[in-house]
């Protein structure tokens, strides 16, 4: 469930009516009612008797005073007059909805609707309502639908029957077809007797959250899980401060930089109540964080974050002044320069109204899960995915189901690496105090694409010291970067790979010899078997490194030629364009080229081809102006591979194109 507290981070979160139709008692009669004068069925407030109409007038006058107890003392001393007296049954009915007797509020609708279906067809809107708090939902949509027969006027009422059929409709066929849901807490070492929520996950497994004290202060802590099991959580150090709350944050899937809210501050460059924040994880600890510019930033309300997996793109929700719906998702994405673009707002279907919010998109690029008090469901707020297709459109948004969703408030969902463990927020009882972060396993139909992630650390082969470097992941498909970083001071990166993607990845520093490797998942990705890699780089001859001829071959893993040919494939194109911009920068750099195939096939024919391959990537040098006496190629056919030949996996990396200085 969704908090039922009120602070900054979370608008207007206060449990409240799932649908906003109830109508003030006497405008209740004056609108939609026939003009009737006499009735051998019922009697009316023109055709009743003075002592019916006295007591019914009376009831209205307590009822619009909010004495709703008083009223159907009332209402029902009208009807003992008058037993024919729709309007004091419709006003008793009506009356029994406020003092929250359900089941007497529906037994009289039914009964002011046996009279006469027409006299007053908000009736039928009324009784559905009743209906939904029953959880009678196939009576509740058959009610609705009655009512929006009767072609209604007014505009306010027909959107709430068609929002209330819809989701009648829904609600009916979802309790029949229950998801699994097993929701656990995740244990003493995060939860407490205080308030935990918003939480989030780097891939490799630390779950950061918000915790709110006995007062009003917001906080950010983490934990990591070792042998399954969740450690003490943490403060951040270089994030909290005592006078102001941090909090409804979003980790980057790296771990590298937090985004975060941050409220009625005056710092430089703050916009509104509440604007979004960054930090970044130095050797030192985390930066203090500083607001976004105003191209994310506005004088109205910024919060609740999510960071894509390729570090260039955030989901994050809008509201209007007073963190008050509606609520809006907005997406931006951060420029090549570094710079963000101005935030475009996700379409109607997923911002359908009221309040949408609580955004994450999962690492694999995709699917993006929400919370939303307008779309079908089972009242409230409830938890939705969408999907992103190829051509970056999102579709139809599906409600993640019953009971997963109640007609309480539920989001703040977020989801594992590995697609099939959800965390939450919840104060479902049985918990240690207020809200509580929970676990379960998502069904099935809700699980992202599948997600690994590379982790590597980077070191100068000469002193094994780790050092600084560019790593740039690339779609061979498409030729677009994926993800262009800088590994970390202690020489470590890690990035996200969703399947679907055949990737480049190329690590490079200035007066060292690249490193490249290639990850082909387009047929799958499981994070069962992440990408644990030590890099090395060669120094080019720098002062006090030792001389690089000699050294270990450089393997050019994303250089591909077509099926027995030496015919180089297009994908091959952005490898061989940074070894080429390696020779020019490196002016008396000379290289030898090796060509290697697999056993498959004749020996002769292995030779021929690998030297046939080794020529091609010199003559493309030789056409992008290398000098030829800078260049020497050479074929070792099948006689050194560096795996076995007895798995297609082997073969593979044995058919393979490298570099080696002499």
């Not at 051998?40 to 909010?66: H, M, R």
């Not at 029957?161 to 009648?168: H, I, N, V």
Request: charged share 20%.
């Amino acid at each position: 469930m969704l908090p039922s507290v009120k602070n900054n981070f979370l608008p207007n979160f206060v449990l409240s009516e799932n649908w906003p139709m109830r109508l003030p008692i006497i405008a209740l009669f004056l609108l939609f009612c026939h003009s009737v004068g006499t009735s051998q069925k019922y009697t009316t407030t023109q055709t009743t008797s003075s002592k019916a109409l006295s007591a019914y007038n009376a009831g209205k006058d307590e009822a619009n005073l909010g004495q709703a107890a008083i009223a159907q003392g009332y209402f029902e001393k009208a009807l003992k007059a008058d037993p024919k007296f729709i309007d004091a049954l419709l006003a008793l009915a009506d009356n029994f909805i406020s003092l929250r007797d359900f089941f007497k509020a529906e037994k009289h609708f039914e009964e002011a609707i046996a009279m006469d279906s027409t006299y007053n067809p908000l009736a039928f809107l009324l009784l559905a309502q009743t209906e939904w708090e029953m959880d009678k939902f196939a009576e509740s949509a058959t009610h609705s639908a009655s009512y929006l027969r009767s072609k209604p006027k007014n505009e306010r009422y027909r959107r709430d029957a068609e929002g209330l059929l819809k989701s009648a409709q829904f609600a009916t066929e979802a309790v029949k077809n229950p998801v699994v849901f097993d929701p656990k807490p995740v244990g003493d070492s995060i939860n407490t007797r205080w308030m935990e929520y918003f939480p989030s996950l780097t891939a490799d497994g630390i779950l950061v959250f918000t915790r709110r004290d006995g007062g009003n202060d917001e906080n950010l802590y983490s934990s990591e899980q070792k042998d399954r099991v969740w450690q003490k959580a943490k403060p951040l150090q270089g994030i909290n401060t005592p006078d102001f709350g941090e909090a409804a944050q979003s980790i980057s899937p790296d771990g590298s930089w937090l985004a975060l809210t941050c409220c009625n501050r005056e710092d430089v460059g703050s916009q509104g109540a509440c604007d979004l924040y960054w930090s970044q994880l130095k050797s030192s600890g985390w930066t203090k964080p500083v607001p976004f510019s105003n191209t994310l930033n506005s004088a109205i309300w910024e919060s609740q974050p999510s960071i894509g997996a390729d570090n260039k793109t955030i989901i994050f929700s809008r509201g209007v002044d007073g963190v008050v719906p509606p609520v809006t998702l907005w997406q931006t994405n951060r420029m090549a320069g570094g710079k963000w673009e101005k935030p475009e707002k996700l379409p109607a279907h997923i911002n359908a109204g009221g309040k949408v919010q609580t955004p994450f998109l999962h690492p694999d690029g995709q699917t993006l899960y929400f919370s939303a008090d307008s779309l079908p469901g089972m009242g409230g707020s409830d938890i939705f995915f969408a999907r992103r297709d190829t051509s970056g459109a999102w579709g139809k948004p599906q409600n993640l189901g019953y009971p997963i969703n109640t007609k309480g408030e539920e989001g703040m969902l977020v989801v594992s690496l590995d697609g099939k463990t959800a965390y939450f927020a919840s104060d479902r009882p049985g918990g240690r105090g207020g809200l509580d972060i929970y676990t379960f396993e998502l069904p099935a139909f809700a699980r992202p694409q599948p997600v690994t992630y590379a982790k590597a650390q980077v070191t100068n082969a000469a002193t094994g010291y780790p050092i600084t470097a560019k790593v740039e992941f690339t779609d061979l498909k498409t030729g677009k970067v994926f993800v262009s970083a800088s590994t970390k001071s202690d020489g470590t990166f890690l990035v996200c790979l969703p399947a679907g993607k055949d990737y480049a990845l190329n690590v490079s520093k200035d007066k060292f010899l690249f490193f490249s490797d290639n990850f082909n998942l387009v047929e799958s990705a499981t994070l069962d078997k992440p990408f644990l890699l030590n890099i090395e780089l060669q120094p080019i001859g720098v002062e006090n490194a030792p001389p690089t001829v000699g050294a270990k071959p450089i393997i050019l893993r994303n250089v591909f030629f077509e099926t027995g040919s030496a015919a180089l494939r297009s994908e091959s194109l952005a490898e061989l364009a940074r070894l080429a911009q390696l020779l020019t920068g490196s002016p008396t750099l000379k290289i030898q080229i090796n060509g290697h195939t697999d056993n498959v096939g004749d020996d002769a024919f292995n030779q021929t081809l690998s030297e046939a391959r080794a020529k091609a990537v010199q003559d493309y040098l030789l056409s992008k102006s290398i000098a030829p006496e800078r260049l020497r190629f050479r074929g070792f056919g099948e006689s050194k591979p560096l795996e076995s030949n007895d798995t297609p996996e082997g073969r593979a990396r044995n058919r393979r194109t490298e570099f080696e200085v002499w």
